[in-house]
């Protein structure tokens, strides 16, 4: 199994989101969060007021699949959270060595 984590542009979840379940994820955890990479960030003005924002809105996408389906999350996620901008976020894979579904005591793929 690998746990595959994408940081997108929030805008994109829904898309993400249903390409995702076209190819047969079954379940994902999402987080707000806030970050950086190459774009340092973006000036903003308010009240007439500029000022510069570090940390830029992000959702963390974060799905456990068999190995099989890696693959396939990962063209799902890229053709569909990508808009050739920067900022448009990261995808990192992960190998998972043990899931345990804590209500009925499943283990391995039985778990996810």
Same mark, same amino acid.
């Given at each position: 199994?690998?746990? @595959?984590?994408? =940081?997108? &542009?929030?805008?994109?979840?829904?898309? !993400?989101?249903? *390409? $995702?379940?076209e190819?047969?994820?079954?379940?994902?955890?999402?987080?707000?969060?806030?970050?950086?990479?190459?774009?340092?960030?973006?000036?903003?003005?308010?009240?007439?007021?500029?000022?510069? @924002?570090?940390? =830029?809105? &992000?959702?963390k996408?974060?799905?456990? !699949?068999?190995? *099989? $389906?890696?693959?396939?999350?990962?063209?799902?996620?890229?053709?569909?959270?990508?808009?050739?901008?920067?900022?448009?976020?990261k995808?990192?894979?992960?190998?998972?060595?043990?899931?345990?579904?804590?209500?009925?005591?499943?283990?391995?793929?039985?778990?996810?």
């Open positions: 199994m690998n746990k @595959v984590e994408a =940081i997108i &542009k929030p805008f994109k979840l829904d898309e !993400v989101k249903s *390409a $995702l379940n190819i047969g994820v079954t379940g994902m955890t999402i987080s707000e969060s806030r970050g950086f990479g190459r774009q340092r960030g973006h000036k903003e003005i308010y009240r007439g007021a500029e000022y510069q @924002v570090d940390f =830029i809105p &992000k959702i996408i974060d799905v456990v !699949v068999e190995e *099989a $389906l890696t693959d396939g999350v990962i063209a799902a996620i890229k053709d569909n959270a990508g808009t050739g901008k920067i900022g448009d976020g995808i990192f894979v992960m190998p998972v060595s043990q899931a345990i579904r804590i209500r009925t005591g499943e283990t391995g793929q039985d778990a996810v």
